[in-house]
């Protein structure tokens, strides 16, 4: 099954990024059409963030973020089978690559943290290639066990290190870290139900990772967020990078509010390319109930 998937992976990102995001677009709205569960997972999500306003915006929000969900989904073709030389080239700008160097100029090490938003995967190949030292992402295994061997060599090509969501890829971020390098992390996956704690998300609690807290609480690290943004018409990306607008306290709860809220801040920017449909409310087996309000 890896061999074909491969051979799948690699026609599809062989085409011209306007016509693969043409079919991702197409595959999106299917799903729109033939998933009730998909529709009603993104309806009631972006609902709920009150980010559209009217009911009528808010289904035009619906049906766009399910086209570029289905562009997302496509695009891991280019990120896991394209070398780093032709994602550049998709890259049309950078914004906020000051920031980088000012860490690197300080000896800093570099946590990037980036949402389900836009295209983080090619957003974050295109980071690495521009660093002076490997990059470590953090990364939950498929649930399809046959895609992780092809997504892991593909987040390699240009020498990036992955490292799976277990206290033995926490320890390799923290190693990558005080030698000074980067990790990547996306901070609004569910953890496991001793590694987080409630926190509002839009309005709902939604258990929320402690680890991007501690791991910035260590000393000389900066903490950076980026963004893939997508381009209309498949005309390329655009990587934005800023720093943290409020710093962790260390405070468990507070520090899980104030993750949530950078998240809210960039789907703000971008809200049709926030991926809607994950379940972000669910609680893991072993989690506490959430509470009524946090």
Excluded at 17 to 25: C, D, E, I, K, Q
Excluded at 134 to 139: R, V
Excluded at 144 to 151: F, Q
Aim: hydrophobic share 45%; charged share 15%.
């Amino acid at each position: 099954m890896t061999r074909l998937a491969r051979v799948v992976l690699q026609a599809l990102a062989a085409l011209p990024l306007p016509l693969l995001h043409l079919l991702g677009s197409l595959l999106g709205r299917a799903m729109y059409w033939l998933s009730p569960k998909f529709r009603a997972q993104i309806r009631a999500n972006v609902a709920n963030s009150k980010t559209a306003g009217s009911y009528q915006v808010c289904e035009q929000l619906v049906k766009q973020s399910a086209a570029e969900t289905g562009k997302g989904a496509l695009e891991l073709a280019i990120a896991w089978c394209r070398q780093p030389a032709y994602i550049d080239q998709l890259v049309k700008a950078c914004h906020g690559w000051e920031h980088v160097e000012a860490a690197l100029a300080a000896g800093k090490g570099l946590i990037f943290v980036t949402p389900h938003l836009g295209s983080y995967d090619i957003a974050g190949r295109y980071i690495s290639t521009r660093l002076p030292f490997a990059l470590t992402a953090m990364y939950r295994p498929p649930k399809l066990a046959w895609l992780e061997p092809i997504m892991n060599a593909g987040r390699q090509q240009g020498g990036t290190k992955t490292a799976p969501a277990t206290s033995t890829g926490v320890r390799l971020l923290m190693k990558a870290l005080k030698s000074g390098e980067a990790t990547i992390i996306l901070p609004d996956q569910v953890p496991g139900s001793g590694e987080g704690v409630w926190a509002p998300f839009f309005g709902r609690p939604a258990f929320t990772m402690s680890l991007l807290p501690r791991l910035a609480q260590m000393d000389n690290v900066a903490v950076l967020w980026f963004t893939g943004e997508r381009l209309p018409h498949g005309r390329g990306f655009v990587v934005h990078i800023a720093p943290q607008s409020q710093p962790f306290c260390g405070q468990r709860e507070q520090d899980a509010a104030i993750l949530n809220a950078e998240v809210e801040r960039l789907i703000a920017r971008f809200p049709s390319q926030y991926l809607w449909s994950y379940n972000r409310y669910k609680r893991p087996a072993g989690a506490p109930p959430a509470p009524e309000s946090v």
